[in-house]
């Protein structure tokens, strides 16, 4: 079996542009939520969500301004994780490098213009000349859920296998661990990890206003509205963005000299099998058992969790049940928060973006804080992390949690790597 090493990653979100202001962001618990644009507020007044900190294509060439913004944020991710690590194929078989990429819902963005476009040339007698079915000749390739990957396998010149998942709010975590898998077996040498997402637009956002889960805003402060694990919570908040990670086997990464941030050590993966939308606290505790056991690591051995977290009822208690299940006694010692309270909750790029974060509270020993949780659910018995940063914590090993609706759950497990 091979080490599988992280060599770099990237982030653009809510809270920053990069991967070090939006880790800062965090540690200061200064949240990115914010009000809705102009189109979402004209049918949606009482929702909040988190729009990503910069405009993708402000930081992309002509040649990228065309595509979906799901993709836009995935390549800008993608280059800044390839710029930390010096990754490159120079002297490396391009077949031996895959592209693994997590998304919830690819081309939401031009999916909505597609029928906004549509309906409005349909609808406004000044456009009656006009054919409501002529659309751009790369509206498929633009909502594909695999455009991401594409774009980012020619980018690269990687002719290893290109892999999407769509799998809800697990949909990048388990990109991650099936590119680690994939290294750990011997298939590939390495893989570029993508989490996307790009949903904040009227269609997309009326669906889940439907489900009766998306949080209100806070009447004194909208970017307070997403309080995970609190008994005043009431709902999670949509973010945008995406994460990249630079997976490669620890012989690839000695053979280049590059720098390691952490070992990938654990994936595990289950279903619960029982309900679309209510979560499974056996489920999830399994799926983080099987990481512990893959990394062969007892619970005490984790230091830090980030929760899924994701500030509804159901999940936030389900969640510490599950933890409990797991981890048993050392549930107690362990702390655990939810970044989502600052980020908002990315559906498929979640799973990609709080790993990355994890690994940086790692090495940094600066835990992110579950932010504005000043009433604690009683139900919700752990150490939260409540509000304020904590430093010079020692960190060996941190756990990544992602369940999704349709009761898929993912764990994933990095720790400090020490070379052999």
């Not at 994780?81 to 997590?102: L, P």
């Not at 396998?153 to 949909?171: D, I």
């Not at 655990?336 to 979640?350: D, F, N, P, V």
Request: charge should be neutral; charged fraction near 15%; include cysteine.
């Amino acid at each position: 079996m091979n080490t599988v090493v992280v060599t770099g990653s990237g982030i653009i979100c809510a809270l920053g542009a990069d991967k070090a202001s939006s880790f800062a962001a965090a540690l200061q618990a200064r949240s990115g939520i914010g009000a809705r644009p102009a189109d979402i507020a004209a049918w949606l007044p009482q929702i909040v969500v988190a729009q990503a900190s910069v405009e993708p294509q402000t930081l992309l060439g002509p040649a990228d301004q065309g595509l979906d913004r799901a993709t836009q944020f995935a390549i800008v991710a993608t280059a800044q994780a390839v710029a930390e690590a010096g990754f490159s194929t120079e002297g490396s078989d391009s077949r031996r490098i895959g592209v693994f990429v997590g998304i919830g819902f690819g081309g939401a963005q031009t999916t909505d213009s597609l029928y906004t476009r549509f309906y409005k040339t349909l609808s406004d007698p000044s456009l009656k000349h006009k054919d409501p079915t002529v659309m751009h000749p790369l509206t498929v390739p633009r909502i594909m859920a695999n455009a991401a990957a594409a774009a980012i396998t020619m980018r690269y010149g990687l002719h290893g296998p290109s892999n999407t998942y769509a799998v809800a709010c697990a949909s990048s975590a388990i990109a991650i661990g099936e590119a680690y898998r994939a290294i750990r077996h011997g298939y590939l040498d390495a893989a570029l990890v993508v989490g996307a997402e790009a949903m904040l637009n009227p269609g997309v956002m009326m669906g889940w206003n439907a489900l009766r889960v998306m949080a209100k805003p806070d009447a004194n402060d909208p970017s307070r509205s997403c309080r995970p694990f609190s008994s005043d919570r009431n709902g999670f908040v949509i973010g945008e963005g995406a994460a990249a990670l630079v997976l490669e086997s620890a012989a690839r990464s000695n053979q280049r000299g590059a720098k390691v941030l952490a070992e990938l050590a654990g994936y595990g993966c289950s279903s619960d099998a029982q309900h679309l939308t209510a979560p499974s606290a056996s489920g999830q505790a399994y799926a983080m058992q099987q990481a512990l056991h893959e990394a062969n690591l007892a619970p005490e051995q984790i230091q830090y969790v980030n929760a899924h977290g994701t500030a509804t009822d159901a999940g936030d208690v389900t969640e510490t049940q599950s933890i409990q299940m797991a981890f048993g006694s050392a549930a107690k010692q362990v702390a655990i928060s939810s970044t989502k309270s600052m980020h908002g909750h990315l559906i498929g790029a979640a799973g990609a973006l709080e790993l990355a974060l994890s690994i940086e509270a790692m090495n940094s020993g600066s835990l992110p804080p579950t932010a504005h949780l000043e009433k604690p659910d009683p139900r919700c018995d752990l150490d939260y992390i409540p509000l304020q940063a904590r430093h010079g914590c020692h960190i060996e090993a941190v756990m990544s949690n992602s369940f999704a609706f349709g009761g898929s759950n993912v764990s994933l497990i990095a720790r400090r790597f020490v070379a052999a």
